[in-house]
Structures are given as structure tokens and as C-alpha cells.
């Protein structure tokens, strides 16, 4: 496998195949083979990071009795697939909770403005501990036919004056993120495509995100010449010609991981065109 340890040890190899002039630290180079595995995986959206997170949608539900700034729990009329413990967004306020008890959220925080009871609670649906970016989101309406709508989620904290035409991951006071939906409805199944956060290599054990025979072809020679080209000590182009190495084996893995699919609005049509609809909410 390609662990932090393997590629270290290529790495120190091409150095000393090429007699270079400097002496690099294990801790500099297990640092340039972090930075330059982040650097790889955030190049393109590489089928190796791909997942996805399936769920029922939550259901928007209200307030029941009023919150102000110092409340700890939040009565709601409804928990519809609400998370365990998570948060809810009611008038531009990200609330966080830890637990449910009947129709109570409890231990709520973060609550920076009051609301009245009947204000609209829209429940937010946590996003997976290895969500990096780039998500897509299906949704699989049930109580119909074969109806599917795919929307690219905007990714940002909250902005008020574009959220209500799109899924959005929203960032709550703590960094955490949640995914909000709109026009859902009691059965709906969503389907969240993201890509993957690369793993940090920080023990000699852990293993790369990118499949091993081409972290082992890769990596290594992109560390050497980093390595080499910040100490001055290209060897009269050698550190360069393992850079070309590099950058051919990544265009032979592009083939292999690469990519090959369209925009949200080709698939459906390639793969749903008869059965398609947009089930968010009409302005």
C-alpha cells in the first residue's frame, strides 16, 4: 500500500539516485508529500473520492413556543427525520442541539436572535465527518413515478439573497456544516454525491487517497522536485525532467479516474428525459 513510510523511502530514492547536493529532513519531505497529495486530489473531481451519503429528506416544521438569546431548548410541532442531534436554521440563525426529547430539542446554543412561535423551522441535515467539496444532490421523490431532480449545492456560509433556489451546506459558528434542502417532502430520498477529504498522512502508516500504484508513480517524483527546485539544487534540469515524469503519469491516470461525467443538466437528460421535473418550490 501506498503509505506515508512508502513514499517517503521513494522519494529519499530518486534524491539519491540523483546525487543531490542538499541533505532534506524526513519531516520537510513527509510535509512536501502531504502538501503535494492535497495538491493531486484537488486537481480534478477523481472517481477515487467520490461517495455518497444517502438519507430521508427532513421535513420543515414550526415553532411552538418563542426563543430568545438565553433559550436551551426549542419546542417544535414536528422532528421529521430530524438528526439526533445536529441544528436547525430558523430566520438566519444556525441553532445547534444535542439531543431530542419528544417534540424538544435540547441543550440548543447559538441562538443570536429571538423568535416568535410559528416561526419556520427548517431542519439541516449534518454532512459526513469526510466531506471536502464539490458535492452534487439527487433526490428521488417516492409518493411519485420515476421523478429525479439533480441541483449542484452551493457551498459558502449563509447569504440570505441566494439560498432559496438551491441545496446549500451551510457552516455554523463552530465550523461544523449542514446540508439544507428545499421543497422536500415527507418521503423523499436524497442522494448527496461529494468528493472525499484527502487523508492527512501524519503516521508512518497511513495510506494515500489516491490508488496505490500511481501514488507510488506520482507523489514521489512531484516531492523530489519540489524538494529539490525550493533548495536551489535542480542539477542542471534533472528535478525538472522528474517533474515531466510526473505530470505524464498523472495525464495516463486521468485516464483511469478522471472525471467523465457531464453537467447535472446532460445527465438528466441522457438518463431521464421523460421522467425529470424541478421539484423545488415556484417563486
Known sequence: ????????????????????????????IDQLINDEHVEVCAMRKWQFLRKKFLFEAPINTT?????????TEVVCAAVTNFDSAGAIYIDQDVIDYTAI????????????????????IRPLKSVPSDYGKQPEMSVMRTNS???VRFEYVNEYEYED??????????????????ILTNGL?????????????????????????IPDQWAIKVI??????????????????????????AEMELQKMMKYYGDREHGASKIIKSAYSSNVTDILPNK
Open 1 to 28: 500500500m501506498a503509505t506515508l513510510s512508502t513514499l517517503r523511502t521513494e522519494t529519499y530514492d530518486i534524491l539519491n539516485e540523483l546525487v543531490t547536493s542538499n541533505v532534506y529532513s524526513s519531516t520537510y
Open 63 to 71: 415553532l411552538s413556543t418563542a426563543l430568545t438569546t438565553a433559550s
Open 101 to 120: 426529547s419528544t417534540l424538544t430539542l435540547t441543550t440548543a446554543s447559538n441562538i443570536d436572535l429571538s423568535h416568535a412561535a410559528g416561526a419556520e
Open 145 to 147: 413515478s420515476s421523478i
Open 161 to 178: 439573497s441566494t439560498i432559496s433556489r438551491k441545496f446549500t451546506v451551510l457552516v455554523d459558528s463552530g465550523g461544523d456544516e449542514f
Open 185 to 209: 417532502v415527507s418521503g423523499d430520498q436524497v442522494i448527496f454525491k461529494y468528493l472525499k477529504t484527502p487523508t492527512t498522512l501524519s503516521s508512518d502508516s497511513d495510506v494515500s487517497s
Open 220 to 245: 514521489p517524483k512531484l516531492v523530489a522536485w519540489k524538494a529539490m527546485y525550493t533548495r536551489n539544487d535542480d542539477l542542471e534540469g534533472l528535478g525538472s525532467k522528474i517533474r515531466m515524469l
